[in-house]
């Protein structure tokens, strides 16, 4: 069962487009919901984050918003570059008995065209 | 660079064999996560440590365990290897808080 549901699959945007990325979930204990950026042979690597008790944070051209109602939240890429091209992966981290664990979203494959 | 240091990078082995993958964690992280990413199962969560005692269990399976050591390194041991096993393995950790995780390069096993 996935516990982060990740869309879309794979997404292509022209330079200095807004890239777009969704993820839901179901569990209302995750209190902490992170997006990482995946290079082709790296690690994931931290991008940026939020708490449930925040409805959108900025860092530079990237921009979680979040809906606790809805229990959905996104990543905006704006004016994106080829360097975003990458996978990303949105998490949500478990409260409770399995605080500290990550479940990971399936990932979007962005490319962005010059 | 997330500080994680993880080796080896690549391993090829074949069934039934036993391998240890090692990670060594950012300076003053006490706690220590290990991931495994396939193509049919994505990002899974596998196991945690928090200084030297494991905190939390995922989809690890019972061919595989974990360790913290007193100076925080962590291995994680695969045995009895099967095709299914192939795949990267991430390790990552954070500090007391728990919430930012740092993965490390990762290591890439290739079972044949």
């Known amino acids: 069962q996935q516990q982060v549901k990740q869309s879309p699959q794979s997404l292509i945007v022209q330079k200095g487009g807004i890239s777009i990325i969704n993820c839901a979930y179901e569990n209302t204990a995750f209190d902490y919901f992170p997006w990482y950026q995946q290079f082709p042979g790296k690690g994931p690597a931290l991008l940026i984050a939020?708490?449930?008790?925040?409805s959108e944070k900025k860092e530079g051209r990237f921009t979680i918003s979040f809906n606790k109602s809805a229990k959905q939240f996104s990543l905006h890429i704006m004016d994106s570059q080829p360097g975003d091209s990458a996978t990303y992966f949105c998490?949500?981290?478990?409260?409770?008995?399995?605080?500290?664990?990550?479940?990971f979203g399936r990932g979007t494959q962005l490319t962005v065209w010059p | 660079d997330s500080g994680v240091t993880q080796t080896p990078k690549h391993l090829i082995t074949a069934t039934g064999q036993r391998v240890t993958l090692r990670c060594s964690p950012r300076?003053?992280?006490?706690?220590v996560y290990w991931y495994q990413q396939s193509l049919d199962q994505g990002l899974q969560f596998l196991i945690q440590y928090y200084n030297g005692e494991e905190r939390a269990k995922g989809n690890i399976l019972e061919r595989f365990s974990a360790q913290q050591f007193p100076d925080l390194h962590s291995e994680l041991n695969l045995s009895s290897l099967e095709l299914g096993d192939s795949a990267l393995y991430f390790c990552?950790?954070?500090?007391?808080?728990?919430?930012?995780?740092?993965f490390g390069p990762g290591t890439r096993l290739t079972v044949t």
């Open positions: 990552a950790s954070s500090g007391t808080s728990g919430s930012e995780q740092y």
């Open positions: 300076s003053g992280d006490l706690s």
């Open positions: 939020i708490r449930p008790d925040v």
């Open positions: 998490a949500a981290r478990g409260g409770g008995s399995t605080l500290g664990r990550l479940y």
